[in-house]
């Protein structure tokens, strides 16, 4: 969302995949690759990401881990993409993140979700499917709070449930996350944090083990609740992370405050009048 005072501009229309060839994130104009579409075709013309997103005024993500763009022939068209929308501010978060999640549908996902601190606790709502689908159960439900996190989720871990949706949390319940990318050594960590004990995973999913990860970490930190924890626990989990991630993670017992880490995954902030993105 873009802020001019008080008033909230509406973002300008996502730019069509059609208006490029083919996006690599570290690419040279004219640099030749192969992205194996359905139809075996080859792509010769690669686009630096450089320009391109430097001329934007809204987040864009072209290529994560696993995008297919064929945009000589929609048809092979394979979109691999996960889209992060947060909010910290004074107004009701959840229509906020909505309209964020729906500014990324272009990007394709299988499922969405969002986490919103109520004052007591992280409220979720998520499932597979469409972001209409997620308004509706919003909608039965709101859950209430002025700043939170959402997604749309393209499933690569785990199959497209309710359940594998994003967010996930850790062993406390207290910490959600989202993200995009894939954890490569999720695996043996999951196996490091199941030989310490007291982690229950309810998902399929490698986001989850880095929840647990964060919170098990956070815990053993000790101390008083304090962003300087949640970053510091945060900064230790991704030391031991092998892979792409851009990540957004809040906690229930730190008001007004989202961490936000990438690599490899391009992750923007938006910073407006009192209130941020």
Known sequence: SLVNGNKRVPAPPPMMTASVRCVVPGGNAGDDIELGFRNESRCRSCVCTCPITQGLCFPATFLLRGVNLAAE??????PAMCGIVGYVGRAEAAPILLDGLRRLEYRGYDSAGVAIVNGKGVETRKCAGRIAALTKLVSKSPPAGSYGISHTRWATHGKVTDGNAHPHFDQSGKLALVHNGVIEN????????????????????????????????????????????????????????????????????????????????????????????
């Open 73 to 78: 022939d929609s048809r092979h068209y394979t």
């Open 186 to 277: 999720y695996t043996a960590l999951k196996q490091e944090l199941e030989r310490e004990g007291g982690h229950s995973f309810q998902s399929e999913t490698d986001t989850e083990v880095l929840a647990h990860l964060i919170g098990s970490i956070y815990d053993k930190l000790g101390g008083k609740d304090s962003k300087a924890r949640l970053v510091n626990a945060t900064r230790t989990a991704l030391k031991q992370v092998i892979g792409t991630y851009g990540i957004a993670l809040l906690h229930a017992d730190i008001p007004d405050f989202i961490v936000g880490a990438r690599r490899g995954s391009p992750l923007v902030l938006g910073v407006g009048k009192e209130e941020n993105f």
